[in-house]
């Protein structure tokens, strides 16, 4: 059973620009969280998508937004990016809203220049 | 505020030298306790999933258990392939159900 694929796995960006992300979760699964890691802050909860809608945001500014699609793949896209926007941006899927288990992917190291 | 907090930050031990990290937690209604371990350059890989005080789960030399404030991740005579960042996150009561991570605990076993 495929795991959790977010792509890319690396990716260089300049101040100002924008970016897309993006995460294909488990078959199956309807539930998709978005987090960002740094050294500094660890996990911080971005958002959660389920059947296509937003159902719980976190304490980001509205540069973060999100998308879920028909097929549960999800896309999460940053504007005007910041120096402090560099981070591993992880996805989780789950088998329903706010499940029992969650299983991430390996991430999107991304570098803001 | 819910919060998680892990210690201690890092945990340097000799193989076979059997230790715990601790998680404490305040939450406003606990809906579960979950304990990842994390690789360098990886995601977190997902290790228990405790829901009520009293509960403990064991997977090879790991053992999880939980109490109304805090839960504890024992490990018995590990190895250096135990090396990792263990992270625990309480999952929040009510409609929300994102989970709130602590900083983790970076744990070095030298051969």
């Known amino acids: 059973k495929a795991g959790v694929t977010q792509t890319p796995r690396y990716l260089i960006k300049t101040r100002g620009q924008q970016v897309t992300l993006s995460c294909s979760p488990i078959?199956?699964?309807?539930?998709v969280s978005w987090y960002q890691q740094t050294p500094g802050q660890g996990l911080q909860f971005l958002f959660e998508?389920?059947?296509?809608?937003?159902?719980n945001k976190g304490n980001f500014p509205g540069r973060f937004s999100g998308r879920q699609f028909s097929n549960s793949r999800s896309e999460m896209n940053v504007s005007t990016l910041e120096l402090g926007d560099s981070a591993l941006y992880l996805c989780a899927s789950s088998s329903q809203q706010g499940a029992k288990g969650y299983t991430f992917g390996s991430g999107t190291r991304l570098t803001v220049v | 505020e819910d919060q998680v907090t892990q210690s201690p930050e890092a945990l340097r031990l000799q193989e076979g030298e059997s230790s715990s990290l601790n998680c404490s937690y305040t939450v406003s209604g606990l809906r579960g306790l979950f304990w990842y371990r994390q690789d360098p350059g990886k995601g977190p890989e997902f290790l228990f999933t405790l829901y009520s005080a009293g509960e403990e789960k064991e997977k090879e030399r790991l053992k999880a258990t939980l109490t109304k404030k805090e839960s504890f991740l024992h490990i018995t005579a590990p190895k250096p392939e135990d090396s990792a960042t263990y992270l625990c996150?309480?999952?929040?009561?009510?409609?929300?159900?994102?989970?709130?991570f602590g900083k983790g605990t970076k744990l070095s076993v030298k051969p």
């Open positions: 078959s199956g699964h309807r539930s």
């Open positions: 996150a309480a999952q929040t009561g009510g409609s929300q159900g994102n989970l709130i």
């Open positions: 998508y389920f059947s296509e809608t937003q159902r």
